[in-house]
């Protein structure tokens, strides 16, 4: 959906302006959550005096920083991500998904490109990175929000982890329900937040305006150069103004580029510039203030109510980041990187909500564990950089690989962008991979852990299939075989669909129909479901007809095609057909479903490691309900087990 086509609604420019205006407002509340909610922490943690690295407090370090803080926002959010990663879209849709799919589509069509094969396969490291983005944003998140209290009443430090926990459960205990109704208040709520957190720094910039000049790159430059034993160090902290800028890429399909590009220039990076100052402003004030700059912006009478106006905001990043876990891991299974998981639309009129239990779950315990384990926002700041850094960068690197060899861009101008861009992604990289010990090694072992799973699932797929087609035999000498009378089977009234991975070889459950039980259907349906590399497939491109070289057998085979952002619907799909393209009226209320289910034993050929053959039988458990995912009616699908070897 193109940006016109999500703001053509109603008559006249008013219409226009309103449609544009409420599209900007939804963005505010989905995909700025994250990194609007930055600022509570950011700062804070750069001057964190129990930081194995701590950055000196004196006013040449604080105009450093907060300049730092100006221009990695502006280079990597308004430049690389608003200004050129959001031109990238594969049909619309947008993030690291995105990208690989755009790599896998052109290392098909241009066979000698193995670099497309290799940056996809660093673009699923990226999407591994993100599984642990959203582990660790809902707790350093609504942590760092609650922890506002202390501010406010230092004698309830001890309840801050009881009341975090509290939260977090309630958050995904109403997951299932579906944000529809509470998604309607997020964008007027962040409408709120920016405008408090922007007029907050205004304050503190009266205080001290001489703040303002942090804003030449001068500072940055100077505080790098003269002091980079201390501002290398620093940049492992300053990197926390930046999370959430993959949310901008991740939700393009959502809202648009226009509409992204116009909340974040027009509201949300000056409520961010002005709340950084305003922080800045208030260290140079006092030094003590860097216990909590954010909150103690405000005064006495002004804190509870940031406080909770913070955790409101903080509930909202963590929502955007849950649901972007759900459709990455959607999106994965779809391309054949994870088994089937079970998905629950819980919208009817927004696509992309969905709820995906298995997920859900793993988030839940993962993200409570977090919050026992490290007990601080500060602790958890030194894991929470390498999952962004480690996207950025990825993202970056397959954007020029993309606009080099898809859009031809010259080298030249390819170079200009790249170097630079990639440089300060890398710095920071580096900078993070100094708080290794302390927690960094985290979601670097989440990352690896989801990207061994999504290779092995991937590898482990390709041995099955291959097995499948030795065992099940070729379809079209079946079909021979049975209008040569070579098989003999008895036909009887009705329609039976089988599904298949396929139109090369038997569904294994019509072969044992015909061979055990010599029966056939009048009408026979061989379904195969194909993921396309787009988002959506349009109904007149849904299902394909092949009559397998005989249009008088009742026997035909069908490829429906959905894009790996849809819910494949069978039922729905064949009702698309004309009898005449399958031979015949097929009576799909009564027709009957045949599914193969495949139990996997471990064998003795050399195809993966031991180790992976274990991995992919233990994950192969986690599969979905074949009748459930793909929308079948219960009490007609049949199920006919067999058993591979891998």
């Not at 958050?171 to 920016?194: A, C, D, K």
């Not at 026997?555 to 952002?565: P, S």
């Not at 991995?615 to 009490?635: G, K, M, Q, V």
Request: hydrophobic letters at 50%.
């Amino acid at each position: 959906m193109t940006d016109h086509q999500r703001t053509d609604v109603g008559h006249g420019p008013t219409a226009h302006n309103t449609a544009k205006l409420a599209v900007v407002i939804g963005a505010l509340g989905v995909v700025f959550g994250d990194i609007g909610t930055s600022p509570i922490y950011a700062l804070q943690t750069v001057f964190n005096p129990e930081d194995p690295h701590p950055v000196p407090v004196s006013d040449s370090n604080i105009f450093g920083v907060v300049s730092l803080i100006f221009w990695s926002v502006m280079i990597i959010v308004t430049v690389s991500y608003v200004l050129l990663t959001l031109r990238a879209d594969n049909e619309g849709e947008g993030g690291v998904t995105a990208l690989i799919t755009l790599l896998r589509r052109w290392s098909t069509t241009h066979p000698g490109r193995r670099g497309a094969i290799v940056l996809a396969s660093v673009g699923l490291f990226g999407a591994s990175l993100f599984f642990g983005d959203s582990m660790i944003t809902p707790a350093i998140s609504v942590l760092s929000a609650v922890e506002g209290l202390k501010v406010v009443e230092p004698s309830l430090a001890d309840y801050v982890i009881p009341i975090t926990a509290v939260i977090i459960i309630v958050l995904f205990l109403v997951q299932r329900r579906g944000t529809e109704t509470i998604g309607r208040v997020f964008g007027p709520v962040m409408v709120v937040w920016f405008g408090v957190i922007g007029a907050c720094g205004v304050g503190g910039i009266v205080e001290h305006p001489g703040i303002l000049k942090a804003l030449s790159p001068t500072y940055a430059i100077g505080f790098l150069a003269g002091h980079f034993e201390v501002a290398f160090f620093a940049l492992a902290a300053i990197v926390l103004a930046v999370t959430g800028a993959e949310a901008l890429y991740a939700d393009l399909g959502h809202f648009g580029r226009r509409a992204i590009t116009r909340g974040w220039l027009g509201l949300v990076l000056p409520a961010l510039v002005l709340s950084y100052m305003g922080q800045g402003a208030l260290i140079l004030k006092d030094r003590a203030n860097i216990s909590s700059p954010f909150f103690l912006l405000v005064p006495d009478w002004g804190r509870l109510p940031l406080v909770l106006l913070a955790t409101a905001a903080t509930v909202i990043a963590s929502q955007a980041v849950i649901t972007g876990a759900y459709s990455v891991a959607s999106q994965a299974a779809q391309l054949g990187y994870l088994p089937r998981l079970r998905v629950a639309h819980t919208s009817a009129t927004t696509i992309g909500q969905i709820y995906v239990p298995w997920i859900n779950w793993l988030l839940f315990a993962s993200v409570l564990t977090l919050i026992f384990a490290f007990r601080s926002s500060a602790a958890l700041a030194y894991a929470y950089g390498m999952t962004v850094t480690g996207t950025i960068t990825i993202t970056t690197l397959l954007f020029f690989y993309v606009a080099r060899y898809r859009w031809n861009v010259p080298k030249w101008l390819i170079a200009l962008g790249a170097v630079p861009l990639l440089a300060v992604d890398l710095l920071f990289v580096a900078a993070n991979l100094t708080k290794l010990l302390h927690g960094a090694w985290l979601p670097l072992l989440i990352a690896i852990t989801a990207f061994t799973i999504m290779t092995t699932w991937q590898r482990g797929r390709e041995v099955v299939t291959a097995e499948r087609e030795r065992t099940e035999g070729p379809l079209r000498e079946f079909v021979d075989q049975l209008r040569s009378g070579e098989l003999t089977a008895r036909t009887v009234p009705g329609t039976a669909i089988f599904l298949n991975r396929g139109n090369v070889t038997t569904p294994l459950a019509l072969r044992a129909n015909v061979q055990h039980n010599q029966v056939r259907h009048e009408h026979v349906v061989i379904l195969s479901i194909e993921t396309q590399p787009v988002p959506r497939v349009s109904a007149d491109q849904r299902a394909v007809v092949d009559d397998l070289g005989y249009g008088d057998d009742g026997i035909t085979y069908v490829t429906a095609k959905f894009g790996y952002m849809e819910t494949p619907d069978v039922p729905a799909a064949l009702a698309t057909l004309a009898p005449d393209a399958t031979e015949g009226p097929l009576d799909l209320d009564k027709a009957s479903y045949f599914l193969s289910k495949i139990e996997l034993r471990r064998g003795e050929a050399k195809t993966m490691a031991p180790w992976r053959k274990q991995l992919f039988i233990a994950t192969s458990h986690i599969t979905a309900d074949a009748a459930e995912f793909f929308n079948l009616p219960r009490d007609r699908t049949v199920i006919i087990g067999s058993h591979i070897e891998v």
